[in-house]
């Protein structure tokens, strides 16, 4: 799990803070001289307060944290529910619950976001039903039923603008931008944890010279093969990118330059293409560009270091004749 990003922290304080003020204000104006005021306002105080502490600190949290805040925001809204007096007052806990679910589409992978949802719809309905307003049943299956398609529909859209604008279409690995803003974020974990970084430019061997013989169908072809072949190589918390043409480069949580050569040897051993490597591992406040720039320099190192030879021919690199060639 990685750390919250920014907007994933500021969406939740939001959606606390919301939920928070909503509380208040129907304790300012109760729909029933019967409503428990105490109990209201403390919750509104609760959720208000529990905004300003994910905005402050939610940075700075693990990953798991945040799933904590969620969960116990579930739990908020079930004693909201359950202290209740009104249906009215039940119901309008809907908008909390599906900006919600709302943020879970958003902030979660597709099998913890619909943890979350089963979790904060059940934690609700349960609410509703112990709530002293004598909630109707189905009338209340509207709310969750409505909150469970928004996550639905809103987690494919989702998924779908995040992987246009984080993946490389042609190899599916990540692209420039995202790979180089994943890799800062490892390289900070990293030294927080007093761990090192390894940075891995590849660079392939006469790539030129086989879209030049074959043509760029089977140069695409070749990249798709070989980033299939290094994603199932890589460790968990690895990081493989297609730097731009027929570079690619991988960020290495965790990894020393002797486990960074480990793992680059097993890499080559995945595919025939020949490539040539260079690393760089973090130490002495390095950030991700410099560490791009030293293993950038270590790779033509390797390159004028090494006897001139022709380049590999790999398997299956030959376009099929009626296929039209793309330009990779």
Same mark, same amino acid.
């Given at each position: 799990m990685r750390a919250p990003g920014q907007s994933h922290v500021a969406v939740l304080a939001l959606v606390y803070a919301i939920s928070g003020l909503l509380l208040l204000v129907s304790a300012a104006m109760p729909l029933s001289p019967h409503s428990p005021l105490v109990v209201i306002r403390t919750l509104g105080a609760s959720g208000v307060a529990g905004a300003v502490v994910v905005q402050l600190l939610g940075r700075r949290w693990p990953a798991a944290t945040v799933h904590v805040a969620f969960a116990v925001f579930s739990t908020f809204v079930m004693v909201a529910a359950a202290v209740s007096v009104t249906a &009215?007052?039940? &119901?309008? +806990?809907?908008? %909390? &619950?599906? %900006? #919600?679910? +709302?943020? %879970?589409a958003? #902030? *979660?992978s597709v099998r913890a976001g619909r943890a979350h949802v089963l979790f904060l719809l059940c934690a609700a309905t349960a609410g509703a039903l112990l709530s002293a307003a004598g909630t109707p049943f189905v009338p209340w299956l509207v709310v969750p039923v409505t909150a469970a %398609? &928004? *996550?639905e529909v809103h987690g494919l859209f989702v998924r779908r603008l995040q992987a246009a604008a984080d993946?490389?279409? +042609?190899?599916?690995? #990540?692209? /420039?931008r995202h790979w180089q803003e994943v890799a800062a974020r490892d390289l900070v974990r990293a030294e927080r944890a007093g761990q090192q970084l390894s940075v891995v430019v590849i660079d392939l061997d006469g790539f030129e010279a086989i879209n030049d013989a074959h043509g760029h169908a089977a140069g695409d072809q070749l990249l798709r093969e070989l980033a299939q072949c290094w994603q199932q190589g890589l460790r968990v918390g690895d990081l493989l990118g297609r730097h731009g043409g027929d570079e690619f480069v991988l960020s290495l949580p965790g990894a020393g330059p002797s486990e960074a050569a480990a793992l680059?040897? /097993?890499l080559r051993s995945s595919h025939p293409m020949t490539w040539s490597a260079g690393t760089a591992t973090s130490g002495g406040g390095h950030d991700v560009t410099s560490l791009l720039a030293r293993a950038d320099a270590d790779l033509y190192a390797h390159k004028r270091a090494r006897p001139s $030879?022709?380049?590999? $021919?790999?398997r299956a690199s030959r376009a099929p004749a009626d296929r039209p060639a793309a330009r990779s």
């Open positions: &009215v007052g039940v &119901v309008g +806990l809907g908008p %909390a &619950v599906i %900006a #919600a679910c +709302l943020y %879970a958003h #902030a *979660f %398609a &928004v *996550f993946l490389d279409p +042609l190899t599916g690995v #990540a692209n /420039r680059v040897a /097993r $030879e022709g380049p590999s $021919e790999p």
